[in-house]
C-alpha cells in the first residue's frame, strides 16, 4: 500500500506517531548505552583513585606498624633498665637505713638518762618515718613497673589485723584515740603483703585524720565477698574530693592534733598506693564521707574457705618476746658485706651477750664455720654478697655442711618474689630490711628456743 492509497487523515497520524516513538525509543537506547559507558570510564577511574588511595594507605600503616614496634622495643628496653634499677635501688638505699636503725637501738641501750633516751627515740621515730615513705616511694615505682605482681593465697583476715595494730595502737593512743576491732574470722584470695600494706595505709590514714572519737576496722560478709571497712570519726571529706584524694600528693586538712612524724609522712602517697595495690589484687576500693561525720573505707575481696598459715616477716609480727629471754652467750653467724651493716650488727649482738662471727662471701661462710668445734645457734644473711655470690646459695652449700639443721633468717633489702620463694624452698625465714632490732631480736629468740 502506497501514501496515495492512505486516504484516512487518522491513520497517518497514527503511524506517524508509532514511527516517532520508535525513533525516540532507539534514541533513548542510543543514550542509554552512551551514559552506561560515561559511568563505566567514572567508575573506572574512582576505583584506581581508591586504590591509590588504599596503597597509600598500607603504606603508611606498615610504616607505622614498623615504628611502633621500635617504639616497643624500647619502652620494653626502658622498662628493664627500670626494673633492674629499682632492684638496685632497694638494696642500695635500704642498707644504710637498715645500717642506722640497727645502730640506734645499740644506742638506745647505752643511755642512761631520760632525756638521751627520748632523743633516742625521737631519732628512731624519724628513722621510721624515712623508712615508710621509701618504702611507698619504692612500691609506687615497682606496681608502675609491673615489677611487683600478686602472689594470690588463701589469706585470713585476723592474723593480718592484730599485727597492723601492734604497730599503729600506740600511735592512735597517743593522740587520745580508741582503735577497736570487729572482724569476723574469714579468708580472702589476696597477697598477704599487698592487702597489709593497703590496710595498713587506710588505717594509719583514718588515725592522721581523727582529732576525736577513735577508729574502727571491720569485716562484712557480702555473697562471695568480704568487704574489709575502715571506719573513722574524722574531719571528712568533701564530696568532689573523693576522687582526688587517691591522687598522688593530694593532701587534706591535717586533724589538729597531727604534729608528729608517727602519724605518716605526710605526702598524700597513702591512697594513692591503697588504689595501685587494690587494682593490682583485682580488689575494690570504695569510700563514703561527709564534712565534720568521719569516713568508711572499704575493700572488698573474694572470700576463700582454706586458712593460709603466716610465714615470713608476717609471722614476727604475731611472735611475743617471752619476758626473761635473751640471747646471751648465744652463738650467732653473720653473713653481710655491708660495712655499715655489719659494723651496726656487732654492736647490736655485743649488746645482747652474743658469740658471733662475720664473713662477707660464700667461701668466708664456710671458712667461718668449723662442725666440730663452732657450730651457730642461729644464721643471719643477706642475699648480695661479696663477688657476687648470693646468700641462699650460701645457706644452703651451710646446711649441707653442718652436722644438724641451724635456724636461718634471710634478712635482706630485695624483697622479689624469686627470694622469697628461694627462702621458703630452703625453709628459712625471710625479712625485709631495714629490720627493726626488737623484730630480729624477736624473731631470733623465737628461732633458738624452736630449734633447742
Given at each position: 500500500?502506497?501514501?496515495?492509497d492512505i486516504d484516512?487523515?487518522?491513520?497517518?497520524?497514527?503511524?506517524?506517531?508509532a514511527?516517532?516513538?520508535?525513533?525516540?525509543?532507539?534514541?533513548?537506547?542510543?543514550?542509554?548505552?552512551?551514559?552506561?559507558?560515561?559511568?563505566?570510564?567514572?567508575l573506572?577511574?574512582?576505583?584506581?583513585?581508591r586504590?591509590?588511595?588504599?596503597?597509600?594507605?598500607?603504606?603508611?600503616?606498615?610504616?607505622?606498624?614498623?615504628?611502633?614496634?621500635?617504639?616497643?622495643?624500647?619502652s620494653?628496653?626502658?622498662?628493664?633498665?627500670?626494673?633492674?634499677?629499682l632492684?638496685?635501688?632497694s638494696?642500695?638505699?635500704l642498707?644504710?637505713?637498715?645500717a642506722?636503725q640497727?645502730?640506734?637501738?645499740?644506742?638506745?641501750e647505752?643511755?642512761?638518762?631520760?632525756q638521751?633516751?627520748?632523743m633516742?627515740?625521737?631519732v628512731?621515730?624519724?628513722?621510721?618515718?624515712?623508712?615508710?615513705?621509701l618504702?611507698?616511694?619504692?612500691?609506687?615505682?615497682?606496681?608502675?613497673?609491673?615489677?611487683t605482681?600478686?602472689?594470690f593465697?588463701?589469706?585470713?583476715?585476723?592474723?593480718i589485723?592484730?599485727?597492723?595494730?601492734?604497730?599503729?595502737?600506740?600511735?592512735a593512743?597517743?593522740?587520745?584515740?580508741r582503735?577497736?576491732?570487729a572482724?569476723t574470722?574469714d579468708c580472702?584470695?589476696?597477697d598477704?603483703?599487698?592487702?597489709?600494706?593497703?590496710l595498713q595505709?587506710?588505717?594509719?590514714n583514718?588515725?592522721?585524720y581523727?582529732d576525736?572519737?577513735?577508729?574502727?576496722?571491720g569485716?562484712?560478709?557480702?555473697?562471695?565477698?568480704i568487704s574489709i571497712?575502715?571506719?573513722?570519726t574524722?574531719?571528712?571529706?568533701?564530696?568532689?574530693?573523693?576522687e582526688?584524694?587517691?591522687?598522688?600528693f593530694?593532701?587534706?586538712?591535717l586533724?589538729?592534733?597531727?604534729?608528729?612524724?608517727?602519724t605518716?609522712?605526710?605526702?598524700?602517697?597513702?591512697?594513692?598506693?591503697?588504689?595501685?595495690?587494690?587494682?593490682?589484687l583485682?580488689?575494690d576500693?570504695?569510700?563514703?564521707?561527709?564534712?565534720g561525720?568521719?569516713?568508711?573505707?572499704?575493700?572488698?575481696a573474694k572470700?576463700?574457705?582454706a586458712?593460709?598459715?603466716?610465714t615470713?616477716a608476717e609471722?614476727?609480727?604475731?611472735?611475743?618476746t617471752?619476758?626473761?629471754a635473751?640471747l646471751?652467750?648465744k652463738?650467732?653467724?653473720?653473713?653481710e658485706?655491708?660495712?655499715?651493716v655489719?659494723?651496726a650488727m656487732?654492736?647490736?649482738?655485743?649488746?645482747?651477750?652474743c658469740?658471733?662471727?662475720?664473713?662477707?662471701?660464700?667461701?668466708?661462710?664456710?671458712?667461718?664455720v668449723?662442725?666440730?668445734?663452732?657450730?651457730p645457734?642461729?644464721?643471719?644473711?643477706?642475699?648480695?654478697?661479696?663477688?657476687?655470690d648470693?646468700?641462699?646459695?650460701?645457706?644452703?652449700?651451710?646446711?649441707?655442711?653442718?652436722?644438724?639443721?641451724?635456724?636461718?633468717i634471710?634478712?635482706?633489702?630485695?624483697?622479689?618474689?624469686?627470694?622469697?620463694?628461694?627462702?621458703?624452698?630452703?625453709?628459712?625465714?625471710?625479712?625485709?630490711?631495714?629490720v627493726k632490732?626488737a623484730?630480729?631480736?624477736a624473731?631470733?629468740?623465737?628461732?633458738?628456743?624452736?630449734?633447742?
Open positions: 500500500m502506497s501514501l496515495s484516512d487523515a487518522a491513520r497517518l497520524k497514527k503511524i506517524n506517531a514511527l516517532v516513538d520508535r525513533v525516540e525509543q532507539a534514541m533513548d537506547q542510543q543514550r542509554n548505552a552512551f551514559s552506561l559507558f560515561q559511568t563505566a570510564i567514572s573506572e577511574g574512582q576505583i584506581r583513585r586504590t591509590d588511595e588504599l596503597t597509600s594507605a598500607l603504606r603508611r600503616l606498615e610504616e607505622t606498624n614498623i615504628e611502633l614496634a621500635r617504639q616497643k622495643d624500647i620494653e628496653r626502658a622498662n628493664r633498665s627500670k626494673t633492674e634499677f632492684a638496685a635501688a638494696h642500695d638505699i642498707q644504710p637505713l637498715n642506722a640497727l645502730t640506734i637501738s645499740s644506742l638506745h647505752l643511755q642512761v638518762s631520760d638521751a633516751r627520748a633516742v627515740n625521737q628512731e621515730r624519724s628513722l621510721d618515718t624515712m623508712n615508710e615513705l618504702r611507698t616511694l619504692l612500691d609506687i615505682s615497682r606496681l608502675d613497673a609491673g615489677v605482681t600478686p602472689r593465697t588463701s589469706v585470713p583476715i585476723p592474723p589485723l592484730d599485727s597492723l595494730l601492734s604497730d599503729l595502737r600506740p600511735i593512743e597517743k593522740k587520745g584515740l582503735l577497736r576491732v572482724v574470722n580472702v584470695y589476696t598477704r603483703v599487698m592487702l597489709r600494706r593497703a595505709n587506710l588505717i594509719a583514718a588515725i592522721r581523727t576525736s572519737g577513735g577508729v574502727l576496722i569485716t562484712r560478709r557480702r555473697g562471695d565477698d571497712e575502715v571506719i573513722d574524722g574531719s571528712g571529706i568533701p564530696e568532689d574530693q573523693l582526688k584524694i587517691f591522687e598522688e593530694h593532701r587534706g586538712p586533724s589538729r592534733g597531727d604534729g608528729n612524724a608517727d605518716g609522712t605526710g605526702l598524700g602517697l597513702g591512697l594513692a598506693i591503697v588504689r595501685r595495690l587494690v587494682t593490682a583485682k580488689h576500693v570504695s569510700v563514703r564521707s561527709s564534712p561525720h568521719g569516713s568508711v573505707f572499704r575493700i572488698k572470700r576463700s574457705e586458712p593460709a598459715e603466716p615470713g609471722r614476727t609480727k604475731l611472735i611475743a617471752p619476758v626473761n635473751s646471751k652467750g652463738k650467732i653467724l653473720v653473713i658485706n655491708d660495712p655499715a655489719l659494723e656487732e654492736g647490736l649482738l655485743a649488746t645482747w651477750g658469740i658471733y662471727r662475720i664473713a662477707r662471701s660464700c667461701d668466708q661462710t664456710l671458712e667461718a668449723d662442725a666440730v668445734s663452732w657450730v645457734d642461729l644464721i643471719i644473711a643477706d642475699h648480695h654478697l661479696d663477688f657476687g648470693l646468700g641462699t646459695s650460701t645457706l644452703e652449700k651451710l646446711f649441707e655442711l653442718l652436722p644438724s639443721r641451724v635456724p636461718a634471710l634478712a635482706t633489702a630485695d624483697a622479689s618474689q624469686g627470694v622469697i620463694d628461694r627462702a621458703r624452698e630452703l625453709g628459712v625465714e625471710h625479712l625485709t630490711k631495714p632490732p623484730q630480729l631480736r624473731l631470733a629468740t623465737h628461732l633458738i628456743n624452736k630449734a633447742g
